[in-house]
Nanobody
């Protein structure tokens, strides 16, 4: 089994930055596809960013502001979030897949999920 634990969320003013971390324990395959999703109150969970086979992918709403990265030595993934907006307020989840099949933006592609970390951006 793989366990994912997010951290780094909090309250920040619009225009500010946060860096989320996702620490992975258990079975460790450094090439596992990783992703970040988020869910705002009353909305469905949506794709934010993904890393697969050395390539990165972003939702249009965060492109140019967010950066996904990975430290293989620490088995940790990161989501650097800059120029935050009020509409970025959500619970952010990291996710991991067992293979590279399926859409990188689809929830069903990912087998393991963290518990989520709250990000609140004040206007």
């Amino acid at each position: 089994q793989v366990r994912l634990v997010e951290s780094g969320g909090g309250l920040v003013q619009a225009g500010g930055s946060l860096r989320l971390s996702c620490a992975r324990s258990g079975r460790s395959y450094i090439m596992y596809p990783m992703a970040w999703f988020r869910q705002a109150p009353g909305k469905e969970r949506e794709f934010v960013a993904a890393m697969r086979s050395g390539r990165t992918y972003y939702a249009d709403s965060v492109k140019g502001r967010f950066t996904i990265s990975r430290d293989n030595a620490k088995d940790t993934e990161y989501l650097q979030m800059n120029s935050l907006k009020a509409e970025d307020t959500a619970i952010y989840y990291c996710a991991s897949a067992q293979s590279v099949s399926g859409s990188y933006a689809s929830i069903s592609t990912y087998n393991y999920w963290g518990q989520g970390t709250q990000v609140t951006v004040s206007a």
